[in-house]
């Protein structure tokens, strides 16, 4: 009994050290299929409705993402001391080999969670779009959460 709680032991630690290296490496696969980086386009209009989906990301920062109605994509806002220190829309774009502007969807976002990235800090977010269906992506901000880019796999 003893030989086989062994053998039973050493094949489990084997297990795990071939295993948490994976774990750990597969999120920088995960954003290595990325599509993008999109910069998205400044939004300036007035938004009226309340937010879809709200993340802190500091003391008297968060950001928010409003699912507008009548867009086909969401527009993030950051906000520090309840003041809006900017917009984005969300549109994914690329330039295509004729030189013509291609542009799809992004809908239903929702944020999820902040984290540490190369870039400085990035937001988890889920959504459907029209590259991908539903998938999930990256919002790229520097340490002091000035917008850089998005990404989404697809």
């Known amino acids: 009994m003893n030989k086989l709680y062994f053998a039973v ?3 489990v630690l084997l297990l795990l050290i071939w295993l948490v290296p994976k774990f750990f490496t597969a ?3 995960w954003e290595s299929t990325l ?3 999109y910069q998205g386009q400044i939004y300036k209009r007035p938004i009226q409705s309340a937010p ?3 993340l802190s990301l500091a003391d008297n920062v968060q950001l928010n993402l409003y699912n507008l109605s009548d867009r086909d994509c969401p527009v993030i806002e950051l906000k520090k001391d309840n003041d809006i220190l900017w917009r984005r829309l969300m549109l994914p774009s690329y330039i295509d080999s004729d030189g013509k502007i291609k542009t799809t969807f992004l809908r239903d976002a929702k944020l999820i969670k902040l984290t540490e990235s190369e870039l400085g800090k990035a937001v988890y977010f889920s959504c459907y779009w029209g590259w991908g269906g539903e998938e ?3 919002i790229d901000f520097t ?3 000035e917008f850089i880019s998005f990404r989404i796999s697809w």
């Open 52 to 54: 879809s989906s709200i």
């Open 9 to 11: 032991t050493v094949l």
């Open 143 to 145: 340490d002091e959460f």
């Open 27 to 29: 999120s920088k696969y």
């Open 136 to 138: 999930a992506g990256l």
């Open 35 to 37: 599509r993008g980086p």
